[in-house]
Structure formats: structure tokens, C-alpha cells
């Protein structure tokens, strides 16, 4: 028959020598007994003693501290948006967090590092590409359909707007003011350098480009006033690398009289460098000056209609230099925020990777944690202004 011991426990009652403390035993199916002393329980008891002497005492006494009273919310201040690149400045964070910068850690100028011999190494990779593009109008002229037997190609712009062929030069006068208020932002922008050799690469791509777009395939002239050269039949090396220094030193322009050389119409210089020249202007130039954003663009807009309105170009020449200059633009620029850079593999980072020029750009941009801030600054030690702190 089963037994229970029960243990009658008095607080505030106990006692040093454990006389407090009796065991009884009853039965389950019987009235309990009165209790009676048990002298083979003693262990059991002085345990129970020392646990209620020692243990519940301490519980008692470690009471948890009272919840304090709630702190009332205080109001965030909105984010300052006097700032309009918030989005890439590497410091700013909430104002709950607080980050210690050891004391000569230049944290800002350690993420975006000048490295100047890489903006050179781009530089003259520009420099190849232009060499290469001018080295193939040089070829392809002597390869042009003959302007007395092959009429141009059916155009739907140009079958129904006769050629004016002063509106190639006010192209290219738009062609020289944008690229100028480019070149001004660059020069002006405090991590230049970075910039600089951004814009190097990705313009020597599009020259290497179009160095192969217009040798594969030698369209007929698309005009029929402008002036070409007249074929030498003469595809010596030093025939041709003499045209090509001629072209360069030209600029490409056909206002200075250096750009008589017909068969580059795949596809438009005039496009790409207009497009090429809103796109700088655009992604790093403060977000304040829109009106010079919208200029710009007006400016790329007319000088594409003004190219067409000469005949300097097919139409499919312009969709197409527009097409290829934002996709490299927009693509190279999308890369510089992707997981892959991080060291994350996977099939993402194995696909981006198949770029030819991914090995380049990866050298380039290795030390640059994605895009700069658009900062500015006087690019020489003197005179300082505050001009520019205030722009940025």
C-alpha cells in the first residue's frame, strides 16, 4: 500500500534544532492518523532544514527590481534633406548608432582611394581604343561603295528631310559645349580621379565598339552633298596609321576640315558622345542643378535631330549608339552595387562574370566600395572657395 510523507512547513517558525518538523504516514483509503515522531527520517529532515534555512531565504530576499517607468517616446527629427546624395555618403547612419573613428583614420579617404596609376592605366587604354577606331575608318574608307553607283540606303528619316549639311556643324557644337560642362564636373568633383578613370574605360569600350561595328559591315554614304576624300587604293601600315594620327588630331569633328573620311555611320560617334556626355553630367552633378540636367538632355536631343536633319548619320546609326551607350553606362555603374563584389558566389556572380572586361573593371574598382559621394572641390591648393561645399 502506498505511503505519502508529508512535510508541514511554517514560515517564520523555524526552529535551530528541527523539533518544528513531523512526518507522518497515512493511507489513502484510510483517515489520517495523528502524526507521530519518526526517528529514522532524520536525514531526510535535517536536509529539508538546511535547504529551507539556506535556498529559500536567498529566493525570498532576490526580489527582481520594480519596472521603471516608461521613458516617454521622444519625437525623431526628420532626415535633413539638405543633403541630396544621402543614398551614397559611406557615413551617414540613424542617429541611434554611434560609430568611433579612431583618431587618424581617415575612413572616408581610405574607402574611396585616389590611385592614380590606375586612372592612368585607364587613360591609355582610352587612348588604344580611339587608335583602333581611327585605324578602321581609315581601312573602311578605301572598302566605301561608290557614291555615282550606289545610291543611299532607304531611310525613313532621311527619304523624307532633305539634307542640310550646316546642321552637322551645330551638332558638333553642341557636341563641344556638353562635353565641356562634363569635363567641368569631372575636374571639379572632389574623387576625380575615380571618375576619371570610370569614364576613360567605359568611353575606350564604346570606341572599341564601334571600331568593330563599322569595319564588319560598310554601309554606302548617307549623304549625298558631304564631302569625302577621294581613295587612295593604298592599305600600306604607314598609310594608314597616318590617317588615323590625322583623324585624332582632329578630335573626330568635321568642323575643323580633318574628318573627310566616310564609312563610320555604325554606329554614331555624334550620338554616343552627346548621350555619354548627359549620363556624366546626370550621375554625378548635385541633384539641384536639374536645370542643367534638362539642358543637356534638350542639348543630346537636338544634336541627334541636327546630325539627321545633315544626313551624317542613318537613323539605325542613332538607335543603336544610343542603345550600346546606356546599356554600358547603366550596366557598369549597376555593377559597382552588386552582391558579386563582396565575394558572394552563385550563379549571379558566375554570369556577370563572363564579361570580357569584367577583369579590367574588377581591377579598377577593387578598392572602391561602390559609388563616390558627389562632393566637390577646387582642384587646386589655392584660392579655396566655399562654393562647392555648399554644392555638395
Partial sequence: ???????????????????????STRSPEKEPSPPKQI???EPLVASVRVYLANELPAKRLALPPPDPAPEPEREREPPCDSDPDREHSPTRLAPDFIVEIPPGAGAREERYPKEIWKTILSFFFLFCCVCVN??????????LPDRNTTPPLNDIVLDNVPPHDWA???????????????????????????VSRRLFFIIGLLYLYRSVTMFVTVLPVSSTT?????????TSPLHVLRRAFYLISGFGLSI???????????YSGHTMVLVLSYLVVAEYSPRRLWPMHWALWGSALLGVSFVLLAHGHYTVDVVIAYYVTTRLFWTFHSLLVTPHRSGAGGYNSYMIQREWWYA???YLERNVRGPVPR?????LPWPRTKLFSRLS
Avoid at 556643324?169 to 569635363?183: D, F, G
Fill in 226 to 234: 558631304y564631302y569625302c576624300s577621294p581613295k587612295t587604293n593604298d
Fill in 360 to 362: 579590367l573593371f574588377s
Fill in 168 to 194: 552637322l556643324s551645330v551638332s558638333e557644337y553642341l557636341i563641344m559645349v556638353s562635353t565641356t560642362v562634363a569635363m567641368l564636373v569631372v575636374v571639379f568633383h572632389k574623387h576625380r580621379f575615380i
Fill in 256 to 266: 575643323n576640315g580633318k574628318h573627310t573620311y566616310c564609312g563610320d555611320y555604325i
Fill in 134 to 143: 581611327m585605324t578602321s575608318l581609315s581601312l573602311v574608307h578605301e572598302r
Fill in 1 to 23: 500500500m502506498p505511503y505519502y510523507i508529508s512535510v508541514l512547513y511554517v514560515p517564520g517558525s523555524i526552529q535551530p534544532n528541527g523539533d518544528w518538523m513531523t512526518i
Fill in 375 to 379: 562632393r566637390y572641390e577646387w582642384p
Fill in 39 to 41: 526517528n529514522f527520517a
